[in-house]
């Protein structure tokens, strides 16, 4: 167990309305990512970051947003929620040596958008 | 550039039967390192390996097996006698600096 929360655990919201989705982790882990699962795409990094205010875009980064003011939170924001964002959302961390570090996963996101 | 390739995308067995999920990988980095995650029907991610470039002796952990060959680009998943807890979709991922690739994944059905 990696200490990774998310919430919230599931979500259902209308076309352009903002959502927040908030991972929260109590090990002091340096790096943090968000990924989406879709059938047939697998895991998508979207955004990660690898310190407090420190944060870089993933391969389908377009129509998101993330910040890290503390350690322990990463918050993915879509400002105005799409159809197409319709996903499962992991959030997950670094943990380990350097140059053997694994990530792990938190228990994920399932949001819908109507 | 990067990619991982799970070309099985859905498997069905029979309880107690082998079988082997097939990972196929690109990279030009000369160090890296490849996992292999399991998503039971609950939904979560679970960690099952990690496997550094310069290391290719195959490794075992009681049913399950990772066979890594460098000159073939692979990291071959077996489970030796299936069981029905097994089923789940597996995920073959590659590091590339500090983010992970991931295939599209095993689904592994296994029947009483």
């Known amino acids: 167990d990696a200490g990774i929360t998310q919430s919230p655990r599931h979500k259902v919201t209308e076309t352009g309305t903002p959502v927040t989705l908030r991972c929260h982790q109590t090990?002091?882990?340096?790096?943090m990512y968000w990924y989406r699962q879709d059938p047939g795409h697998g895991l998508r990094l979207i955004h990660y970051?690898?310190?407090?205010?420190?944060?870089d875009k993933g391969e389908v980064s377009d129509g998101y947003s993330v910040s890290r003011s503390k350690t322990e939170d990463f918050l993915l924001t879509l400002e105005s929620a799409t159809s197409s964002q319709t996903s499962v959302y992991f959030c997950?961390?670094?943990?380990?040596?350097?140059?053997?570090?694994?990530?792990?996963f938190g228990p994920g996101t399932r949001l819908t958008v109507l | 550039a990067q990619k991982v390739t799970q070309a099985q995308t859905e498997i069905s067995v029979v309880e107690k039967e082998d079988v082997t999920l097939d990972c196929v990988y690109e990279?030009?980095?000369?160090?890296?390192?490849l996992f292999w995650y399991k998503q039971p029907p609950s939904g979560e991610l679970v960690f099952l390996i990690r496997?550094?470039?310069?290391?290719?002796q195959n490794e075992i952990s009681g049913r399950y097996s990772w066979n890594f060959q460098k000159s073939t680009s692979s990291f071959n998943f077996t489970i030796t006698a299936s069981q029905v807890v097994d089923s789940a979709v597996y995920f073959c991922?590659?590091?590339?600096?500090?983010?992970?690739?991931f295939g599209t994944g095993t689904r592994l059905q296994v029947f009483p």
């Open positions: 997950a961390i670094t943990s380990g040596r350097a140059g053997e570090d694994t990530q792990y």
């Open positions: 090990e002091n882990h340096r790096y």
């Open positions: 970051s690898y310190g407090v205010k420190d944060t």
């Open positions: 990279t030009r980095d000369t160090t890296y390192y």
């Open positions: 496997r550094n470039s310069f290391d290719e």
């Open positions: 991922a590659l590091r590339h600096t500090d983010k992970l690739i």
